[in-house]
């Protein structure tokens, strides 16, 4: 079983797991509209919220293919939560995994969740030696697309409306890096 350090200090962010105090931060971006958009579940009440804070509070370590890790990405100094971050393991033997990431859109713009999303690939390569991590995006989400690319990721794929998504066909971009991409970007950086 892997559990990351915590907490996880950036410049300007706590990174931690989630706890029950979180549920308001939380709530205050799950339940916006434009920020499920691209997302497989839809703007969330109050009490969805709290059920899907409860998996997350489950989620604090990576053992075995299928596993999630959930961490909350804090303003330091003891800010809210404003960024909702996943770490998949896809598989084990094959030493793959996958990125994830919400982020309450009051805070877009300053690199937050580049620098949080940053350390979820640390994680991946250097905690629990990936080989290659990916992350997709439904091809509208340019904002997403942009963040993998920021994060040093080269796309690989662009689907052709691969999937039916909220009433209408969509495209799908995957993003992926190797561990010796990683590894030469963290030395040039």
């Given at each position: 079983?892997?559990?990351?350090?915590?907490?996880?200090?950036?410049p300007?962010?706590?990174?931690r797991?989630?706890t029950?105090?979180?549920?308001?931060?939380?709530?205050?971006f799950?339940?916006?509209?434009?920020?499920?958009?691209?997302?497989y579940?839809?703007a969330?009440?109050?009490?969805?919220?709290k059920?899907?804070?409860d998996r997350?509070?489950?989620?604090?370590?990576?053992g075995?293919?299928?596993d999630?890790?959930?961490?909350a990405?804090?303003?330091?100094?003891?800010?809210?939560?404003i960024?909702?971050?996943?770490?998949?393991?896809?598989?084990?033997?094959?030493r793959q995994?996958e990125?994830?990431?919400?982020?309450?859109?009051?805070?877009?713009?300053?690199?937050?969740?580049?620098?949080?999303?940053?350390?979820?690939?640390?994680?991946?390569?250097?905690?629990?030696?990936l080989?290659r991590v990916?992350?997709?995006?439904?091809?509208r989400?340019t904002?997403?697309?942009?963040?993998m690319?920021r994060?040093?990721?080269?796309?690989?794929?662009?689907?052709?409306?691969?999937?039916?998504f909220?009433?209408?066909?969509s495209?799908e971009?995957v993003?992926?890096m190797l561990?010796?991409?990683?590894?030469?970007?963290?030395?040039s950086?």
């Amino acid at each position: 079983m892997f559990t990351p350090p915590y907490p996880i200090m950036t410049p300007r962010l706590v990174l931690r797991p989630f706890t029950e105090a979180d549920l308001d931060d939380l709530h205050a971006f799950h339940s916006l509209p434009e920020v499920t958009r691209y997302l497989y579940w839809d703007a969330r009440t109050r009490e969805e919220t709290k059920a899907a804070l409860d998996r997350k509070i489950a989620c604090a370590s990576l053992g075995e293919d299928g596993d999630v890790l959930s961490v909350a990405a804090a303003l330091a100094g003891g800010g809210p939560v404003i960024g909702d971050l996943t770490l998949f393991l896809r598989s084990r033997e094959h030493r793959q995994g996958e990125i994830g990431f919400v982020f309450n859109p009051a805070y877009q713009g300053r690199g937050l969740a580049t620098e949080a999303a940053r350390e979820i690939l640390r994680i991946g390569f250097e905690g629990l030696g990936l080989h290659r991590v990916h992350g997709n995006c439904d091809a509208r989400n340019t904002a997403s697309a942009r963040l993998m690319e920021r994060l040093g990721m080269r796309k690989e794929a662009h689907l052709v409306e691969n999937e039916f998504f909220a009433g209408a066909w969509s495209d799908e971009l995957v993003y992926a890096m190797l561990a010796r991409e990683w590894h030469a970007g963290a030395a040039s950086a």
